[in-house]
Nanobody
Framework: QVQLVESGGGSVQSGGSLRLSCAAS????????MGWFRQAPGKEREGVAE???????FYAHSLNGRFAISQDNAKNTLFLHMDSLKPEDTGAYYC??????????????????????RGQGTQVTVSS
């Protein structure tokens, strides 16, 4: 059974940094696309970044290079390093994984937000 557990959220001031982690289990040997999406109160889910088993990455253009997704395959952990945080980055951040499409990511955010496996989320709050 696939399980995803996020951690690393917290409260920071504008301009600060955070690194989110997502511990994954139950997907060993399967090709995948993993990613992060977020949801602010009263807003729709928004795709942030994706990475596949070959470490190809995709980012939402609105981030302007402030975030970086990476993975430690030995530890089955996904990361999201966030720099220059802004109040509009506030929200719950979720990691998610999909095994269809041959494990290829395509930056199709409307798919990422509906990936079949996701964690419980970790809260990020950025104050001005």
């Amino acid at each position: 059974q696939v399980q995803l557990v996020e951690s690393g959220g917290g409260s920071v001031q504008s301009g600060g940094s955070l690194r989110l982690s997502c511990a994954a289990s139950g997907h060993t040997g399967r090709r995948y696309c993993m990613g992060w999406f977020r949801q602010a109160p009263g807003k729709e889910r928004e795709g942030v970044a994706e990475i596949d088993a070959d470490s190809r990455t995709f980012y939402a253009h609105s981030l302007n290079g402030r975030f970086a997704i990476s993975q430690d395959n030995a530890k089955n952990t996904l990361f999201l390093h966030m720099d220059s945080l802004k109040p509009e980055d506030t929200g719950a951040y979720y990691c998610a994984v999909d095994f269809s499409n041959g494990g290829l990511c395509a930056g199709n955010w409307w798919l990422l937000v509906d990936f079949p496996y996701r964690g419980q989320g970790t809260q990020v709050t950025v104050s001005s």
